[in-house]
């Protein structure tokens, strides 16, 4: 979502004449575009902008602004710790970064009821693949999550503006778009998210469709149906679990429990045998006893996800489990985190392996440092392959797999 946002703040930028360089010591005018999930993306943000501090000293006619979710969550106050920044612009506000270059300081973030209904052009980097939004915000308000705080409630883009974005795509030649939201099977615009992937399979040209992310609790027989029906449409969800214990998911406001989940997973599976399921997880929420991490530890076990996001629980502000009681040490948190990532390699590398010997279709992408080309299979797995002949990015290939790794696969064209 982040950095989809980037590439819209650079379409609006570059309609303003701006061009992009790669040295900050270039620039008119730096942005940072922010992250405030976790406490550690914020301890980045931070040196970051103390590194810009000289370069603002040196040249007074430098502009800097900050963007993102710490822009939202600190206001006034960021700029009163770093008076160097002279915009502060939120989530819902990156739309008025043309507008706010007008004046020569400012703090925007206000809640922006209008979102869903702005059209604001991106800079892609990529030529095969795109990033579309179809909603804003969250209404879900997991306890240990500070994204209903900055990104506002949960706003729906009109389908018939979502069309229209990606039947432009179609025509400047991308072949996959990624829609994006907090909670995309929650999307609630003039149709419902699966008659809205309906829609999208009808469009010509387009090749693939993804979406993230969805919410366990809103997965429901029609959207599996979609996924099914749909030849766009890929065999690939991310469907954050966060923790395998029942009352760790309740703590966390998540609205399933295990085997809920379960049989949703088993849902899936019926529907699309070699469908690649991905998750999050969260290690040491508050309260977390080594007993519920075992659950977790089953749960991961016994689910075979093809690869997971594992996190230690950061305490953020405004949210509810920041101020619970048995939050956990640091040791205890990492212990967890690394048991869990070793658990998932093993798993990770053991489903990877079983795609040896198989045929899959890549969308070609481009070439690698190592010269191979590169692209992914339909469960969203990274192939990187010889071929005899050329093969123009945007291509659907057929590749034999012949090696597998953790978070590759490598392979030859037919
Ligand atoms: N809306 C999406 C993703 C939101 S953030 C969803 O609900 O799935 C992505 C992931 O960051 C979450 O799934 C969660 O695992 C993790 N996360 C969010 N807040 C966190 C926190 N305070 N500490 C650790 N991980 C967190
Ligand atoms: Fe955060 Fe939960 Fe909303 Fe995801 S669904 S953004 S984890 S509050």
């Given at each position: ?26 620039a ?10 976790r ?33 939202q969550?600190?206001?006034d ?21 043309g ?17 869903a ?7 892609r ?10 909603m ?24 018939s ?6 039947e432009?795509?179609?025509q400047?030649g ?14 609630n ?5 699966p ?11 387009l090749?693939?469709v ?5 919410h ?60 690649a ?11 977390e ?33 920041s ?6 040490p ?85």
């Amino acid at each position: 979502m982040n950095m989809h946002d980037s590439e819209r703040v650079l379409g609006l930028l570059s309609k303003r004449g701006y061009i992009p360089v790669d040295d900050p010591k270039e620039a008119d005018l730096i942005l940072l575009n922010t992250c405030s999930i976790r406490e550690k993306a914020e301890q980045k943000f931070l040196s970051t902008l103390g590194r810009l501090k000289h370069l603002k000293n040196k040249r007074s006619d430098l502009k800097i602004g900050v963007l993102g979710c710490i822009a939202q969550q600190s206001g006034d106050k960021l700029r009163e710790r770093a008076p160097y920044v002279d915009y502060v612009i939120g989530p819902q506000n990156i739309g008025r970064v043309g507008e706010a270059l007008d004046f020569e300081e400012g703090v925007f973030t206000e809640d922006n009821l209008e979102i869903a209904l702005s059209e604001i052009p991106a800079y892609r980097e990529s030529s095969v693949t795109a990033w579309v939004n179809i909603m804003y915000g969250c209404n879900n308000f997991c306890s240990y999550c500070i994204v209903p705080y900055t990104r506002g409630r949960e706003r729906s883009r009109p389908a018939s503006s979502i069309v229209r974005e990606v039947e432009e795509l179609i025509q400047q030649g991308y072949k996959e778009v990624t829609l994006l939201g907090q909670n995309v099977n929650s999307y609630n615009g003039d149709v419902t998210f699966p008659e809205l992937l309906r829609m999208l399979n009808r469009i010509k040209g387009l090749e693939r469709v993804r979406f993230v992310t969805s919410h366990p609790k809103d997965l429901g027989p029609e959207l599996v149906r979609v996924m099914a029906e749909s030849e766009k449409v890929c065999e690939h969800i991310h469907l954050p679990l966060q923790s395998g214990s029942d009352r760790v998911l309740k703590l966390m406001n998540r609205k399933y429990t295990l085997s809920e989940y379960m049989e949703k997973i088993g849902m899936l599976r019926d529907a699309m045998p070699d469908i690649a399921i991905t998750s999050d997880i969260i290690a040491g929420f508050p309260t977390e006893t080594e007993k519920d991490h075992q659950a977790t530890l089953n749960a991961l076990k016994e689910i075979e996800f093809d690869g997971i996001f594992a996190f230690k629980y950061s305490k953020r502000p405004y949210t509810r489990a920041s101020t619970m009681d048995g939050q956990l040490p640091e040791e205890v948190k990492s212990e967890r985190l690394t048991e869990i990532l070793r658990l998932q390699d093993e798993i990770t590398e053991k489903k990877n392996q079983k795609l040896k010997a198989t045929v899959q279709e890549v969308l070609v992408e481009g070439k690698n440092d190592n010269g191979q080309y590169t692209g992914r299979t339909r469960t969203n797995k990274i192939v990187n392959f010889v071929s005899e002949g050329e093969i123009n990015p945007g291509s659907l290939v057929k590749v034999l797999i012949t090696e597998a790794h953790r978070h590759s696969l490598e392979g030859k064209t037919l």
